[in-house]
């Protein structure tokens, strides 16, 4: 079932085999949970958390799901980007996306480059699948690939700052909630601490007063 349109759905997926497995504790989950915590000022969000092996038709099952059943505005996956025989993560996102987004991994690897210089074999891939809710307008949702360690997954979504906190490379979701605007999903809005959302001037709403 569809969630309410004024709450934020954000899926979580965590694709590894030993992960899934049990052998050593996910990190991926826990580091975008708390990027969230800190990152959204509104609206109201949840999540729906899903931690599978590096199996193709096992993500592309589970994207699909979570777009389509769960009804997600926006998916974000780690691990199984890199180009080792196993990786199969931007395929499976490819294989169910209507729409590709190349933006967000050329900027990933932007960002990966000033720390490391195998941020070339990075595969990330962003897309969009749309779905149509109880048969009424199309509405879509934004699926992510990101990198699997946490101190990626910060770098990536928050980008590069100097020493007095001044943006020099903008990360990734500077770019996410006007993304999620166009393809009908609710309004996000940041604390612009850890990272400013942009607008057109025309796409920004005023600010919500609160409740005496």
């Not at 897309?127 to 990536?156: A, D, H, M």
Request: glycine share 10%; aromatic share 6%; charged share 25%.
């Amino acid at each position: 079932m569809q969630d309410n349109h004024d709450t934020l759905l954000i899926g979580l997926v965590s694709i590894s085999d030993r992960a899934s497995a049990g052998v050593y504790r996910d990190e991926g989950i826990p580091a975008l949970e708390d990027f969230f915590g800190k990152a959204i000022t509104g609206p109201a969000w949840r999540v729906e958390k899903r931690l599978i092996p590096d199996e193709q038709p096992v993500i592309e099952k589970t994207l699909i799901e979570l777009v389509d059943d769960a009804g997600c505005h926006l998916v974000l996956t780690t691990g199984g980007t890199g180009p080792a025989e196993r990786d199969v993560t931007p395929e499976a996102t490819l294989a169910i996306a209507h729409k590709l987004m190349p933006g967000f991994g050329e900027q990933m690897r932007r960002i990966s480059l000033e720390f490391v210089p195998t941020a070339i074999l990075s595969r990330q891939v962003a897309v969009i699948r749309y779905r149509r809710p109880g048969g009424g307008p199309r509405t879509g949702c934004l699926v992510i690939n990101l990198p699997g360690q946490p101190k990626s997954i910060k770098e990536t979504l928050e980008g590069l700052k100097d020493k007095e906190g001044k943006q020099i490379v903008p990360g990734i979701f500077a770019a996410v909630p006007y993304c999620i605007d166009l393809i009908g999903g609710p309004y996000i809005e940041t604390d612009e601490s850890v990272i400013k959302a942009f607008r057109p001037k025309s796409a920004i709403r005023p600010k919500k007063e609160s409740s005496p």
